[in-house]
C-alpha cells in the first residue's frame, strides 16, 4: 500500500513538472521498478523494454501531435518528421524494418505519464533535458538530437532586421503563451538586457500568432524551430513576402537540447536509443547517407564504420541485442543526420551550417563517442 | 414565425359574423403579428424598431459567417483532404470496406426498425414542407447575395447591412441564387395555389427521406469541392469514386432493404421480425467493432482447446464448465422450493469456496514464514481475501445444513456470491473467470425474483448462457490479435472512435443508472447511503478532472497484474460518469409514480422486484424520456473532452493534428476552419437525433395533456 502511495505521489509530481516545466517543490522520486502498471509481457518491473519490445513486435513511440518539422500527423495514422525519423530508426535497428512503429501522440501534460505506465517505450517528442526532468521524474535522456533555444521573430517593417538583439525591443509588446519557461526566460531575458518589455499573455502560442498578425504584439517569442515553421508556412501561402518577417539570431534566452527520453535504471534499453542516435551521427561524420549506404556496407572505408555496419567480425551491435546489420538498417532505411535533417527541417528554412546543429569539426555540437 | 399561413391574401375580415376559422392573414397582418405586436401606437413603434435593429445584427452576423466561409484564402482544402482521417484516422486503406460494411449493417437495420416499429415514420404536411422550402430558398438567396469579403467589416464602424459585392458574381454563385430563388418561387407558389388545403394534405416523412438520399446521392457526383494541389495551393476537384461509390451503394442498399422489410412484414409474423431484430441491434454492435472493424487473428487452440492452453481454460472449456455447473445452480436458485437440493447446491459451494481458498494458500505459502515474517507480496492470495473466502465458505455449509428453507438457502447463496464477485478483484486469475464469476453472481441474486414457472426458470437459464457465451466470446475476440497493419497503437480513432465512446457508454451507463436510482429511492439506508454518495461524488466533480483520473492515476489504483488499455479506462469513466446523471432522471421518473402502482402490484401477487422490474421502472422511464434523451445529447458531445487527454477523437484530430502538417500540403494556420467545421459536425448530427427524438415522443403521446 506505501509502494502505491508512493508511485501515486510520484505521478502526481510528474503531472505538476509537466504542466509547469519546473517543479522545484517536488521531493519524491519515482521509484521506475515500482510502477504498477506493468504489462503482462516482458520483464514487467524495471528494464526489460527491449526485450519487451521485441515479443511485442513493434516499437511504441510517443511523439508530440504537432510539431512543425518535427512530428506531423499523417493520414496514414503515421507521423512524419525529424522526431518521427528517429522512431522509425529505432524500429530500424531493433527489427530491420522502419515501419515497425507505432506512433503515439502525447501532449504535453501527459508526455512523461505516459513513459512512466509503459504506454510508450521511448519519448521523440521535442523534450528538453532538464536537471528536473533527469532527476525528478524517473527519466533518463540519450544524446540531444537537435540544439533548440527560444528566440524573438519581429517585422521588418518596425526596424527589426536578422541582427536585432533584445537591447533594440524596449518599450516593445511582446507576445507569448502563458504559463510556461518561455514567458519566465522572455522576462528574465529582457531584465538582464535592461530593455522593458510590455508582456501579452495569451492560453496557446497559435493565439500568440494571431496577435502577431494582427499588429496587436511588435513581437513573438518561442522556441526557435516553432517561428521558422511558422514564418516558412506565412511565406509559402503568399501571407508575407520573404523578409517580412525577421527572427533574431539564438541570443542566449535559453537553451533547449530536445533528444529522446526513456525510463531509468534501463540500461540495456538506453544503449540501444543512445547507439541508434550516434549511428546516425558517426555516419554524418564520415559521409555516409542513405544514398551511398550500400558501397560502404560493400567496403567499408574506415574500420570504424566496419565496425558500426557490421561488415567486421568486431562488430558490437551483438552484444547489445541487437543485429549486426543493424545500423546498416538504420542508415539505408531513414538515414543519417543529415539526411533526417534536410529532409525534414531545411525544407522548413532551418540551415544547419552555422548552427550548433552542425557537426563538431565545423563548430556545431553534434558529437559522438567512437565506435570501437 | 407564426403557424399560419401566410401566402394567401386577401386583406382583413370585415365580416365579424364568421367563424373565427380561418383567422385573417395576409402581408399586412403578418407585419403586424410578427415585427410589430403590441396593443398601443407607441409599443407598436417601439417593437418595430427593436425588430429592424435586431433584424439588422442578425443579417450581420449571417453576413459575418457567410463571408467568413467563402473567403478565397480559407483553404477548406484542409477539411476535404483530411476527411478519412478525421473519420476513422489511421485504419487501414485497403481494409476501408470494413467501416463501409459497418455504416451498411447501421442503414439495413434502420430501415428494417422503420418499417416494424415507425411504421413509416409518420407524415408530415405539405404546409409546413411547403413553408420549409420557402425559408430555405429565402436562406438561400441571402447567401448568394451577401457571400463575399467585405474589406470594410467590423463591429465597431458598424456599417449595418451593407450588401456589396467584393467578388463577381461567379457561375455558382448565381446558380446557387437562381436555386434559392426556385426553392422560394416553389413553396410560395404551392401555398398560394393551395391555400387552407395545404394543411390537409402530407407526404410520409419516408418518402421525404428517400428524395433526400437521392439528392445528396446527385449532389456528391456532380459537386466539386476544394482540395490542395501542391504545398500551398488549392483548387477544386470532383469527389473521389471512392466516396461516391460506397455511398451512393449504401443508399440504394437502405432503400432495398426498406421495401424487402416491407414484404417481410406482411409474409411473416411482425412479432417475430421484431423479435430478430432487437437481438440484431444488440449484437450488430459488438460484432462490427469486435469483428468488422478488428480484423482479429483467432488462435484455434485457445478457443477449442489442445495445444499450450489447457481445455478448462480454453473459450470453449470455460464456456461448457460454466453453462453447465453454473446453469444447474440458477436452475435450482430460479424455484428454490426443493430443501433438499438447495442444502446439496449450497454445502456444494461452501466446500469449494472454503477447501479451494485453503488449497490455493497452503499451495503457495509457507505458513511458518507468514507466522514470522507476515505474508509476503508475491502470495497468490491476500491473507484477508482467503480468510473472508474461506469464512463465506463456512457460513454457506452451515447454511446449507442449518436452514430448513429453500427459498432462503437460495438468499444466502446470493448474498455470498455477491461478497465473492467482490473479492476476485483481489485475487489473481484469469481475467474472463473474473467476468464469468461477477455475473454469476449477478443473475444468482437475480434468478429468484425472475423464476417461478417452469417456463420462467428456462428463460433466465437460457439468459444465464448467452451472457456467459457473450463473455467469453467478447474476450476470445478482445484477446486476438488484430490483422490491421497500421502505424498506430489502435484501430479505433476520429469520428469511429466518438460513436464508440458514446454507443458504449451510453450502454453500460444505463444499467448502471437505473440500478442507482432505485438504490437511492429504496427503503434500505445502507444501498441509499451508497447510491447518494456515489452520485454525489461523481456530479459534483467536473467530468476532465475524471477523465484524468482515468488515464493517468487509474494505473496507480488498481491491483497489481491488472491493466486496462486507455481506451478501456476511458470507456469506464464515461459510463460511470453518465450512470450519475442518468440515475438522477431516473430517479425523479420513480418519484412521480404514485404509492398505488406498488400497492397494486403486490396486491396482484407481484414480489417487490418484480412490481419495481415490470410495473415502475417503465412507467418511470417513461416519464423521464425527454431527460434522458437530452442527457444522451450531452453525453454525445461530452466524448469530445477526450480531445483534452490526448485521445484521437475528431475534435482532437481537427484541432491538434491537421493544423500541424506541412508537407506533402500545407494547413499551419487551418486550425479556425476545423474547428468551424467540427461545430457545424457535431451540429448536424445532435441537431438531428433530437428532432428525431422528438418525433419520437410526440408519438408515443409524451408532451401531450
Not at chain 1, 145 to 159: E, L, N, R
Not at chain 2, 300 to 323: C, H, K, M, Q
Request: hydrophobic share 50%.
Amino acid at each position: 500500500m506505501i509502494k502505491r502511495l508512493a508511485v501515486l505521489v510520484a505521478v502526481l509530481a510528474m503531472i505538476a513538472a509537466a504542466c509547469s516545466g519546473s517543479s522545484e517543490d517536488t521531493t519524491t522520486t519515482a521509484p521506475a521498478d515500482s510502477t504498477t502498471a506493468a504489462p503482462d509481457t516482458g520483464g514487467g518491473q524495471t528494464g526489460g523494454t527491449l526485450a519487451e519490445v521485441i515479443a511485442r513486435g513493434s516499437l511504441r513511440c510517443g511523439v508530440s501531435t504537432n510539431a512543425i518539422g518535427f512530428a506531423e500527423p499523417q493520414d496514414d495514422g503515421s507521423f512524419n518528421g525529424f522526431d518521427a525519423d528517429y522512431c522509425r530508426a529505432v524500429a530500424a535497428a531493433v527489427f530491420g524494418d522502419a515501419t515497425k512503429v507505432e506512433f503515439v501522440g502525447t501532449t504535453a501534460a501527459e508526455r512523461f505519464t505516459a513513459l512512466a505506465n509503459r504506454e510508450v517505450d521511448v519519448l521523440f517528442r521535442n523534450t528538453t533535458w532538464t536537471q528536473s526532468r533527469d532527476t525528478e521524474i524517473g527519466g533518463d535522456f540519450g544524446p540531444t538530437t537537435f540544439y533548440d533555444g527560444q528566440q524573438v521573430m519581429g517585422k521588418a517593417s518596425f526596424g527589426f532586421d536578422d541582427a536585432s538583439t533584445l537591447e533594440d525591443v524596449d518599450g516593445a509588446k511582446l507576445c507569448t503563451n502563458a504559463g510556461t519557461t518561455t514567458e519566465k526566460n522572455i522576462t528574465e531575458g529582457a531584465a538582464v538586457a535592461g530593455a522593458t518589455i510590455e508582456l501579452v499573455t495569451v492560453e496557446e502560442f497559435p493565439q500568440a500568432m494571431e496577435q502577431f498578425r494582427s499588429g496587436a504584439c511588435d513581437l513573438v517569442t518561442t522556441d526557435g524551430s516553432g517561428l521558422f515553421g511558422e514564418r516558412f508556412a506565412a511565406v509559402g501561402s503568399g501571407e508575407i513576402e520573404d523578409g517580412d518577417w525577421v527572427i533574431f539570431p539564438a541570443a542566449p534566452i535559453s537553451k533547449e537540447p530536445l533528444g529522446p527520453m526513456y525510463r531509468q535504471n534501463d540500461s540495456e534499453w538506453a544503449d540501444v536509443i543512445n547507439w541508434v542516435v550516434y549511428a546516425t551521427f558517426i555516419a554524418d561524420e564520415q559521409d555516409v547517407s542513405k544514398a551511398n549506404v550500400a558501397d560502404a556496407v560493400a567496403s567499408p572505408p574506415t574500420p570504424e564504420l566496419g565496425r558500426l555496419l557490421g561488415v567486421g567480425d568486431d562488430e558490437l551491435q551483438t552484444k547489445m541485442g541487437l543485429s549486426a546489420d543493424a545500423f546498416a538498417n538504420v542508415i539505408s532505411q531513414v538515414g543519417n543526420y543529415n539526411d533526417i535533417y534536410v529532409s525534414n527541417l531545411e525544407q522548413l528554412g532551418f540551415v544547419r551550417a552555422g548552427t550548433p546543429n552542425d557537426q563538431w569539426f565545423r563548430g556545431g555540437l553534434i558529437y559522438s563517442p567512437p565506435a570501437r | 414565425m407564426t403557424d399560419q399561413p401566410q401566402g394567401i391574401v386577401h386583406g382583413v375580415v370585415e365580416d365579424l359574423e364568421l367563424p373565427p376559422e380561418p383567422p385573417p392573414h395576409g402581408p399586412k397582418i403578418w407585419i403586424q403579428e410578427n415585427l410589430l405586436g403590441g396593443d398601443t401606437p407607441t409599443a407598436r413603434v417601439l417593437n418595430g424598431l427593436l425588430s429592424v435593429i435586431f433584424g439588422l445584427i442578425a443579417l450581420n452576423i449571417l453576413q459575418y459567417v457567410t463571408s467568413y466561409i467563402f473567403e478565397p484564402s480559407r483553404r477548406w482544402s484542409a477539411v476535404t483532404f483530411n476527411m478519412k482521417l478525421m473519420m476513422v484516422q489511421a485504419f487501414p486503406q485497403a481494409d476501408l470496406f470494413r467501416i463501409w460494411v459497418s455504416v451498411g449493417i447501421f442503414f439495413v437495420l434502420v430501415s428494417f426498425s422503420l418499417v416494424v416499429w415507425g411504421g413509416g415514420g409518420g407524415r408530415l404536411s405539405m404546409f409546413s414542407l411547403a413553408k420549409g422550402i420557402r425559408n430555405i430558398g429565402v436562406l438561400f438567396m441571402i447567401v448568394a447575395i451577401m457571400h463575399g469579403a467585405p474589406e470594410t467589416w467590423n463591429l465597431v464602424s458598424l456599417p449595418l447591412f451593407t450588401i456589396d459585392s467584393p467578388t463577381a458574381w461567379s457561375l455558382a454563385r448565381v446558380v446557387f441564387f437562381l436555386l434559392g430563388l426556385a426553392l422560394f418561387a416553389a413553396g410560395f407558389l404551392y401555398l398560394r395555389a393551395s391555400g387552407d388545403a395545404a394543411k390537409e394534405q402530407s407526404v410520409p416523412v419516408l418518402s421525404l427521406l428517400v428524395a433526400g438520399m437521392v439528392i445528396i446521392t446527385t449532389a456528391i457526383w456532380l459537386i466539386k469541392l476544394p482540395v490542395p494541389e501542391g504545398q500551398f495551393g488549392e483548387t477544386t476537384a470532383s469527389i473521389a469514386r471512392t466516396t461516391t461509390g460506397p455511398w451512393t451503394i449504401l443508399f440504394a442498399v437502405a432503400i432495398g432493404s426498406y421495401f424487402l422489410a416491407r414484404v417481410l412484414v406482411r409474409v411473416f409474423d411482425p412479432a417475430l421480425i421484431k423479435r430478430i431484430l432487437l437481438f440484431l441491434w444488440v449484437f450488430s454492435y459488438p460484432i462490427i467493432i469486435m469483428v468488422i472493424q478488428r480484423k482479429p487473428v483467432l488462435l484455434w487452440g485457445d478457443i477449442l482447446g489442445g495445444g499450450p492452453t489447457v481445455w478448462w481454460e480454453s473459450g470453449l472449456g470455460l464456456f461448457v464448465l460454466f453453462s453447465l455447473i453454473g446453469g444447474a445452480v440458477i436452475w435450482w436458485l430460479a424455484l428454490s422450493t426443493d430443501v433438499t437440493v438447495g442444502r446439496v447446491i449450497a454445502i456444494a459451494m461452501g466446500a469449494v469456496l472454503a477447501i479451494g481458498t485453503w488449497l490455493v494458500v497452503n499451495a503457495s505459502n509457507d505458513w511458518e514464514d507468514i507466522i514470522r515474517d507476515g505474508v509476503p507480496e508475491s502470495a497468490a492470495l491476500p491473507l484477508w481475501v482467503a480468510i473472508v473466502a474461506a469464512l463465506a465458505g463456512i457460513a454457506l455449509i452451515a447454511a446449507g445444513l442449518l436452514i430448513p428453507d429453500g427459498i432462503e438457502i437460495a438468499r444466502v447463496i446470493g448474498l455470498i456470491m455477491g461478497v465473492v464477485a467482490l473479492l476476485v478483484w483481489f485475487v489473481p486469475m484469469l481475467f474472463v473467470v473474473r467476468f464469468l464469476l461477477i455475473t454469476f453472481a449477478l443473475t444468482a441474486i437475480a434468478a429468484p425474483s425472475f423464476g417461478g414457472s417452469t417456463q420462467a426458470r428456462v428463460r433466465v437459464v437460457a439468459v444465464w448462457i448467452a451472457l456467459v457465451f457473450l463473455v467469453v466470446v467478447t474476450f476470445v475476440l478482445g484477446e486476438a490479435e488484430t490483422a490491421l497493419e497500421f502505424q498506430s497503437t489502435t484501430f479505433l480513432g476520429g469520428f469511429n472512435f466518438s460513436i464508440l465512446l458514446a454507443i458504449t457508454g451510453l450502454v453500460l451507463s444505463f444499467p448502471l443508472g437505473v440500478v442507482l436510482a432505485l438504490a437511492r429511492t429504496s427503503t434500505m439506508p445502507i444501498f441509499r447511503l451508497l447510491a447518494t454518495g456515489y452520485i454525489e461524488l461523481i456530479r459534483s466533480v467536473p467530468m476532465i478532472t475524471w477523465l484524468f483520473f482515468g488515464a493517468v492515476m487509474l494505473p496507480v489504483f488498481l491491483p497489481d497484474g491488472i491493466t486496462f488499455d486507455e481506451i478501456v479506462r476511458v470507456i469506464g469513466i464515461v459510463a460511470i460518469f453518465n450512470a450519475a446523471y442518468v440515475a438522477e432522471n431516473v430517479r425523479g421518473g420513480l418519484q412521480s409514480i404514485g404509492k398505488g402502482q406498488y400497492e397494486a402490484a403486490s396486491a396482484m401477487g407481484l414480489s417487490t422486484v418484480q412490481s419495481t422490474a415490470l410495473i415502475v421502472l417503465p412507467q418511470a422511464i417513461r416519464a423521464v424520456l425527454p431527460a434522458l434523451v437530452g442527457s444522451i445529447i450531452v453525453s454525445f458531445k461530452d466524448t469530445s473532452l477526450v480531445a483534452i487527454i490526448g485521445l484521437a477523437d475528431v475534435l482532437f484530430i481537427a484541432k491538434s493534428f491537421v493544423p500541424g502538417q506541412t508537407s506533402p500540403h500545407n494547413f499551419l494556420g487551418t486550425q479556425p476552419q476545423m474547428l468551424f467545421f467540427i461545430a457545424l459536425f457535431y451540429w448536424v448530427f445532435t441537431f438531428s437525433f433530437s428532432r428525431m427524438a422528438l418525433r419520437y415522443e410526440k408519438s408515443i403521446g409524451l408532451g401531450e395533456h
